[in-house]
């Protein structure tokens, strides 16, 4: 089990170090740079005691060398488009309203979605499950900003409950919140109804019923059990895969969270807070696979005890 | 539980079962009597899709329905009419008074629990055996279905034992609650030769032993011969014929039977052609007008096309449903 | 002239020999610091000659190295060591053209047809599909000879347009037949093509390949765990136990007159087909069957034997061999 978690941590570093050197190049490869004549005309010599000065005229490779030297000491430089404080404490103060909504949404929307989908499952062919897919597919289906438009439109607008945008006090939080929840809860309701499923057709049910077991014995010890192997695969990566979703949420609620730094730094070709953010999706992406192979295999007793005798 | 004393211990009459899907419906048994008395012996012999796994199915209602409908003018095992019964009947019965045996092993265990944890399990559901003693009873039981090393089984995980070893524990745990009846659906056909071979003399050996009813489905005439002592033949969702084990090998009534002993490959010295049936098993969504077998059956005539036979007495323990016997 | 020589000349080896060969799988266990390779040896020295016009059944319980052995004559699975060898010739170190000519010569059925048969061709097209690959006849041609197959394996023409799912078991395997021998091929390795049957349609499906042999003079590499279906198909019987030939000999042989524990103990296990006999049986484990190890005089064998403490296959008679230890 250890050795299967070390090898595992050794694949993700791989990874990751590959990702990050793509990232890299991919940032260099993109026509126009930050001194570019336009806005802010500039003469030869400045434009290159500038590019001096943020190292921009060294090779790539001790470009990428000295970015990562810094990047492991939490040290990606200089946001251009807020020189007055460095990319690590820009982020420290943007990712908590990202993580508050975020963690909020995954925790209202998950055990939503389960339980939906668990009804599905087990009533299957059932008004239950008909609402349960049309939900899961809606909530797929539908862009979360048309989503988050519909909330405001519905709550803010016409019934005038809610305020339509801002972060500050939790009253602002409940609408970003209900909309990003879809995502987790589409999911989920769709993985647990496929992975109930999925258990219920296994022959070792049918053995459980003839032992005599009571059919909620079966659902809540043996079922459930068994399906949520699969689901534990899916929970970490799913988590960051609604990070990236709620660029747009962040964006129509106005919540100064990491997703509405991520789209200015595009539109100003902001280099450090690009990369910075890039690389920290990238290691956090890493992170949600190995600890979801983790899981999984711990979870799983055939990875656990390893093979068999045949 | 003790009501009427029923007449048998397992009694069918009439069993009807269909499954209604997206191709209309599919007719897996239609119409099939059968009973079983305490320590009796009873084979089931038919090929895939003539009804005989879901008839033993339905006796312990382990079919989903829907899809499945099932009716029948009786239903009965231990007195209890199994159509109607309770939750709590229905989980006394099932485990408790009869048990079931598949055929393949390896997926009729959950994977995330070991052998020991899924006997406990069985024993308490039925006992309510403190777990500590269930433990025991569960090593006992091992130790009876001649399990080499009973206590490294117990902590094992399904994933982690060879097919026939499972086959045992199944077995171990099917006997956990002493049921009055085993059904046994094609126990030994995912096993190896040899394996198939222990697996059916443990299971025959343990009925005569603790004096249980046997009820073994196979598709296997070699099964038949040497576990059942009465055998019911089914073809396309009926009995063609059922009769004493010794009458079905040396004289059987229906052309069924006739033309599937004669068809087992291996009975004469030497390579050779064999006696096949010609055609295909009907299908169960538009079965033949009249008797099933009529379009593969070398004797069969107008009156076998146009209309079903019924099962008729050909001796006082044996019947048949051919027209050319009644 | 001369190639008519060769031909000749090809037409006097056995279809198929296999030369001492072998395979050995390295499986990988343990952590990263303390990394455990372990070897299974799936097949061990084995040698195997199929005559030509016959049919020789393969005979082993899960494990017993069969189904190996059936891959690496096809050489899907590439033997560790040995050779292997098509009507005389050498194929072991084929290149892919080469062995995509060779596999012309030598084709195979398996037991699972449904997933050998592409679902989104058509019948016709999957019997002409070989024909295809290996770019024989035009298309017109290669239809009528695929409609033409289906009719030799008991198949309507009318089948020609349908999809594999539409098809029984029976009705599939029939087609993975014709697939098999629509290139005329020399050799047909046959994988437990009818474990997955139902009795009556069993039957159907030895019958055709029995005819078929007869029709076309296959030879013919029987892979299976039913001694029964041996009996009555096979011309001779090679046992095969924990990835070794135990016991090799005329079918008849086998069943009167087997020496090896291995092979009495499957022979034994088989059902009897009569209720009032009912035969209790002893078993042994694979463990006992392995330590068990038949010793012969020299004057039992066949021709001059050298004793040795070494069990190894030893001719008992003309076309009887035995694993046996050889005392003085």
């Not at chain 1, 970015?67 to 690590?88: C, H, K, N």
């Not at chain 2, 009869?98 to 052998?115: E, G, H, K, R, W």
């Amino acid at each position: 089990m250890l050795g299967y978690a070390l090898r595992r941590l050794v694949s993700v570093s791989v990874t990751f170090f590959v990702v990050s050197i793509i990232i890299f190049l991919m940032m260099h490869s993109i026509p126009g740079g930050p001194f570019d004549a336009g806005e802010m005309p500039l003469t030869q010599e400045v434009r290159q005691r500038m590019m001096a000065q943020y190292g921009l005229d060294q090779p790539l490779y001790v470009q990428y060398l000295n970015y990562m030297w810094g990047a492991i000491r939490l040290d990606f430089g200089v946001p251009f488009q807020s020189p007055g404080e460095t990319v690590a404490g820009l982020i420290g103060r943007a990712w908590i309203p990202s993580l508050v909504l975020g963690g909020l949404g995954v925790l209202v929307g998950t055990p939503l979605g389960m339980l939906l989908g668990m009804a599905a499952a087990l009533r299957r062919n059932t008004w239950i499950d008909y609402l349960a897919s049309a939900v899961a597919t809606l909530g797929l289906t539908v862009p979360v900003f048309v989503t988050s438009m519909l909330l405001i439109l519905l709550f803010s607008v016409w019934l005038n409950w809610l305020p339509s945008s801002g972060w500050g006090e939790p009253k602002r939080w409940i609408l970003p919140i209900i909309a990003y929840a879809t995502i987790p809860l589409a999911t989920y309701a769709r993985y647990t109804r496929a992975a109930m499923l999925d258990t219920l057709s296994k022959p070792f049910v049918t053995v459980l019923r003839a032992k005599g077991l009571s059919e909620r014995r079966i659902v809540f010890q043996h079922v459930l059990r068994n399906s949520a192997i699969p689901l534990v695969t899916v929970f970490f990566p799913m988590f960051l895969g609604t990070a990236t979703g709620s660029i747009f949420v962040e964006a129509i609620f106005r919540v100064p969270g990491l997703g509405s730094f991520f789209v200015s730094s595009i539109e100003t070709r902001d280099y450090p807070l690009e990369m910075a953010l890039m690389l920290i999706l990238a290691i956090l992406f890493a992170l949600a696979y190995l600890l979801s192979d983790i899981l999984y295999a711990w979870l799983n007793p055939r990875i656990r005890f390893g093979g068999g005798s045949e | 539980m003790t009501r009427l004393s029923p007449d048998h211990l397992v009694s069918v009459e009439g069993l009807h079962v269909s499954f209604s899907g997206i191709q209309g419906k599919v007719q897996a048994v239609r119409g099939v009597s059968l009973h079983l008395d305490d320590g009796e012996s009873l084979g089931i012999v038919g090929e895939s899709g003539s009804g005989k796994s879901v008839s033993c199915m339905a006796v312990l209602r382990l079919l989903r329905s829907p899809p499945a409908q099932i009716s029948a003018k009786r239903l009965e095992v231990a007195g209890i009419e199994i159509t109607r019964a309770s939750k709590s009947d229905l989980s006394a019965i099932r485990g408790g008074v009869a048990s079931m045996i598949f055929q393949d092993p390896m997926t009729a265990m959950d994977p995330c629990y070991t052998i020991g944890q899924q006997i406990v399990e069985t024993i308490r559901t039925h006992r309510g055996t403190p777990r500590r003693r269930a433990r025991e009873e569960a090593l006992r039981l091992l130790k009876k279905v001649q399990i080499a090393s009973p206590e490294a089984i117990l902590d094992s995980f399904p994933h982690q034992l060879s097919g026939g070893m499972l086959q045992r524990a199944m077995i171990a745990m099917a006997l956990s609650c002493r049921p009055r009846v085993l059904f046994a659906d094609e126990p030994t056909t995912a096993l190896d030769v040899t394996v198939q071979a222990q697996i059916l003399q443990l299971i025959k050996e343990i009925q005569e032993e603790m004096g249980m009813g046997l009820v073994m489905i196979t598709h296997d005439l070699g099964v038949i011969a040497e576990t059942s002592d009465r055998v019911a033949v089914m073809y396309g969702g009926k009995i063609m014929e059922t009769a004493p084990v010794e009458r079905i090998f040396e004289a059987p009534s229906h052309p069924y039977t006739r033309a599937l002993l004669d068809s087992v490959p291996g009975q004469g010295k030497g390579r050779g052609r064999l006696t096949e049936i010609p055609g295909s098993a009907p299908d169960p969504s538009s079965p033949p007008e009249g008797c099933p077998f009529h379009p593969r059956c070398p004797e069969a005539d107008a009156r076998c096309i146009s209309s079903d036979p019924e099962l008729v007495k050909v001796t006082e323990a044996s019947a048949a449903a051919c027209w050319r016997l009644s | 002239m001369l190639e008519a020589l060769v031909t000749a000349a090809s037409k006097m080896q056995p279809a198929l020999q296999l030369c001492g060969i072998g395979k050995t799988f390295v499986l990988k266990s343990g952590s990263v610091l303390n990394r455990r390779r372990t070897e299974v040896r799936a097949v061990r020295d084995m040698n195997l000659v199929l005559e030509r016009n016959s049919i020789m059944g393969l005979v082993g319980e899960s494990g017993s190295g069969k189904t190996t052995t059936g891959m690496m004559a096809l050489r899907l699975i590439e033997p560790t060591s040995g050779q292997i060898r098509l009507e005389g010739e050498d194929i072991t170190e084929y290149g892919h053209q080469e062995m995509k000519e060779a596999r012309r010569r030598m084709q195979v059925v398996f037991q699972d047809s449904y997933s050998a048969l592409s679902p989104m061709l058509t019948l016709r097209q999957i019997v002409a599909e070989p024909l295809l690959i290996h770019g024989a006849g035009g298309a017109t041609e290669r239809d009528a000879l695929a409609l033409e197959w289906l009719e030799r394996v008991g198949l309507h023409r009318s089948f020609g347009s349908r999809y594999p799912h539409e098809l029984s078991g029976g009705q599939r395997q029939r087609v993975a037949i014709a697939r098999a021998l629509i290139l005329e091929p020399a050799v047909l390795i046959a994988d437990e093509p009818t474990s997955a049957l139902d009795v009556s349609v069993k039957a159907q499906i030895i019958n055709l390949i029995q005819d078929l042999q007869n029709e076309m003079e296959l030879s013919v590499l029987f892979i299976s765990h039913d001694l029964s279906v041996v009996r009555s198909l096979t011309d001779r019987v090679a046992v095969m136990f924990n990835g070794r030939v135990v016991e090799e000999a005329d079918t008849e042989t086998i069943f009167s007159q087997a020496r090896h524990h291995y092979t009495r103990s499957l022979l034994d296990a088989i059902p009897v087909m009569d209720p009032r006999a009912r035969p209790r049986r002893h078993f042994m484990s694979r463990e006992e069957l392995e330590a068990k190890v038949v010793t012969l005089r020299a004057s039992e064998m066949d021709g001059p034997a050298r004793p040795s403490g070494e069990r190894r296959l030893v001719k008992i008679s003309k076309s009887h061999k035995v694993e046996a230890r050889v005392a003085a």
